[in-house]
């Protein structure tokens, strides 16, 4: 059973993707009035890779191309991670997947429905054209309730731009007092995440799974005060990790790597902020001290 002291200021989820975490019973209403039928293969599956997993988007997508249904599942969110013991959240889509509306207007969406229960982070993608960046952030910057910019999804050999090539809108957001964070060492290499620290300025990285194999990147981490956005259940998933019991979340947090605890996908992943935290206190090595330290660097790491 999860004893962890920092409940009583409740769970932090720094990670949680407004495309992947709808609820069920919306996902059926949202299709059956579209005529879709809701694939019988829409949840994630240990091993599945990364590729798989980004392709179930497609159909979550499809649900959420206008407005009024974008506001409606951000508002959800906020009621479903509150009922999870979440009391600081953020969530995070791409805006420019959602064609139904001009961008800003799906942006303010999200915000209605949100209304200021959490943070909101705008999220490039890999591969983009970097202009698409910088409108997010243009987007970003003239918003109250945006917090931050995220560079989502994974590089392919195919992309012409990589990490490296975006450097320019994410100084940018820094300049306009933007959080950043990245997707980046998601079972590939840690060099990733030394490129997104020194080169994109991110604050924080989504899962980082491979960031024990050079000990200069950890130095870096712990040197910034990087937080980590660990997401136990969704690496396992993608094989970034062979199973879950195998998270390095333990030792992460031992060495003093500012690491908390997120769902990255409530309904891909069938997890809950609630369930995530149960399964870390399983995790050999972790303790509640650990635990609570987690739940701290989660509440302390949010974007203002």
Same mark, same amino acid.
């Given at each position: 059973m999860m004893r962890v002291d920092s409940r009583s200021q409740g769970l932090a989820d720094l990670h949680r993707h407004l495309d992947?975490?709808?609820?069920?019973?919306?996902?059926?209403?949202? /299709? +059956?009035?579209? *005529?879709?039928?809701?694939? $019988?293969? !829409?949840?994630?599956?240990?091993?599945? #890779?990364?590729?798989?997993a980004l392709s179930r988007f497609s159909f979550t997508l499809s649900l959420l191309q206008q407005p009024e249904n974008v506001r409606r599942v951000a508002s959800e969110i906020c009621e479903d991670a509150l009922k999870e013991g979440v009391t600081t959240l953020e969530i995070r889509f791409a805006p420019q997947l959602h064609r139904g509306a001009p961008m800003e207007?799906?942006?303010? /969406? +999200?915000?209605? *429905?949100?209304?200021?229960? $959490?943070? !909101?982070?705008?999220?490039?993608?890999? #591969?983009?054209?970097?202009?698409?960046?910088?409108?997010?952030?243009?987007?970003?910057?003239?918003?109250?309730?945006?917090v931050g910019i995220d560079l989502a999804g994974g590089p392919t050999p195919s992309h012409r731009f990589h990490m490296t090539?975006?450097?320019?809108?994410?100084?940018?957001?820094?300049?306009?007092?933007?959080?950043?964070?990245?997707?980046?060492?998601?079972?590939?290499?840690?060099?990733?995440?030394?490129?997104?620290?020194?080169?994109?300025?991110?604050?924080?990285?989504?899962?980082?799974?491979?960031?024990?194999?050079?000990?200069a990147t950890v130095d870096l981490v712990l040197k910034q005060e990087?937080?980590?956005?660990?997401?136990?259940?969704?690496?396992?998933?993608?094989?970034?990790?062979?199973?879950?019991?195998?998270?390095?979340?333990?030792?992460?947090?031992?060495?003093?790597?500012?690491?908390?605890?997120?769902?990255d996908n409530t309904l891909l992943s069938c997890v809950t902020s609630k369930s995530e935290h149960s399964l870390a206190l399983t995790l050999p090595g972790m303790t509640d001290s650990l635990l609570n330290r987690a739940i701290a660097h989660g509440h302390e790491g949010r974007f203002r």
């Open positions: 992947g975490s709808l609820r069920p019973e919306t996902v059926a209403e949202f /299709a +059956a009035t579209l *005529g879709e039928n809701v694939p $019988s293969d !829409l949840s994630f599956y240990s091993g599945m #890779g990364l590729e798989q207007a799906i942006v303010d /969406a +999200a915000l209605e *429905g949100i209304s200021n229960r $959490s943070g !909101l982070l705008l999220c490039g993608l890999y #591969g983009e054209d970097p202009s698409v960046l910088d409108r997010l952030v243009d987007i970003a910057a003239s918003r109250q309730g945006v090539d975006y450097a320019h809108p994410f100084r940018r957001a820094k300049e306009h007092g933007l959080g950043v964070t990245v997707h980046a060492a998601e079972g590939r290499p840690p060099s990733e995440i030394r490129d997104a620290v020194e080169v994109l300025l991110a604050d924080r990285i989504g899962h980082g799974t491979t960031l024990l194999e050079d000990s990087v937080v980590i956005e660990a997401c136990l259940s969704s690496n396992a998933h993608v094989g970034a990790i062979a199973t879950a019991s195998e998270h390095p979340l333990p030792k992460w947090l031992a060495l003093g790597v500012r690491a908390t605890v997120c769902t």
